[in-house]
C-alpha cells in the first residue's frame, strides 16, 4: 500500500524536529517540501536538508496568497503538488514524506495535499507526524506562558479579520494571532483598543537566521507573513486560575 505521510518540523530551529519526523523522513522513499518558487529552498527545505540528503527532496510550489476562500492559484498549486506524489508512487515509492513547518494539522497545506491525493487514489494510506507549532517555540523563546489552570487559549488567523480577531480577544484568556504580519499596525491597533497590548509578545522567523522576538509594543511596520503574535492571558497571582 502506498502512504502520504505528513511530516510537522517545526518553526525552523532544526533541533525542534522530533525523533520520529526524522525516521520517516529518513525512512521514505520521497521527501516532498513546500516552496514559494521552484528555484529557491523554502522554510521546511532549510530544516529537512540537516536530515535528509538533496537527492531524495522534490520541492511543490505552493501560494501564500492572505486572501480567503479557493483561488485559481491555490487549486493549481494543490494539483501540481499531488500530481508530483502520483508520479514518485508510479515511479515505485512507497511512501511520501511531505515536510511542513509547524504541524501537518495545524494550518497546514498538507491537509489540501492529502485531500487532492486521495481523490486520485482513494487507497493511498494518509499519515501525519506531529510537530512543534511557533506558538510553543515563541512561548518558550520569550518565557511567556501559554495557559494555566482554567484559562482558555484560542489559535486565531488574521485572515479571519480583525473584528473576529478582537472578539477573540474579549472571549478567550489567551490568543495566539497567526498570519498577520503584513497587516501587523492594524493589528497593534486592535490589541492597544482592548488593553492587552503591553503583556504581548511577537516572534518572526523563529529558530532561523534574523529571527525576531520582541514585546509588541515595540514592533513597528509590518512584519513576515508567516509571524506569531501571542497575547497571554491577565494574571495577578500564582494559581490563580485554578
Known sequence: MN???????????????????????RDADVVL????????????????????PADRLRRAVFTMDEGRGTTPRREAAWDAAAAEVLRA?????TTVAFATIGDPNVY??????A??????????????????????????RAGTVLCE???????????AGLDRFGAALQAFDTVVAYKGGRHLPAVLDVLRSA????????????GLPGEQVLPAAQVTGPGPYLSTL???ARRDRRGGKL
Open 108 to 113: 497546514s497545506t498538507f491537509t489540501y495535499l
Open 195 to 206: 488593553g492587552r497590548l503591553d503583556d504581548a509578545v511577537y516572534g518572526a522567523s523563529l
Open 3 to 25: 502512504r502520504l505521510v505528513g511530516v510537522g518540523v517545526g518553526p525552523g530551529d532544526p533541533e525542534l524536529v522530533t525523533v520520529k519526523a526524522v525516521r520517516v523522513m
Open 89 to 93: 508512487f508510479d515511479g515505485g515509492a
Open 115 to 140: 485531500t487532492t491525493v486521495r481523490t486520485s487514489r482513494p487507497d493511498v494510506a494518509v499519515e501525519t507526524v506531529p510537530g512543534i507549532t511557533a506558538m510553543q517555540d515563541l512561548s518558550a
Open 33 to 52: 517540501v513546500p516552496v514559494l518558487a521552484g528555484d529557491e529552498p523554502g522554510r521546511a527545505e532549510a530544516t529537512v536538508r540537516v536530515y535528509v
Open 149 to 159: 489552570g482554567t484559562e482558555t487559549l484560542a489559535l486565531f488567523p488574521l485572515t
Open 230 to 232: 501571542l497575547v497571554p
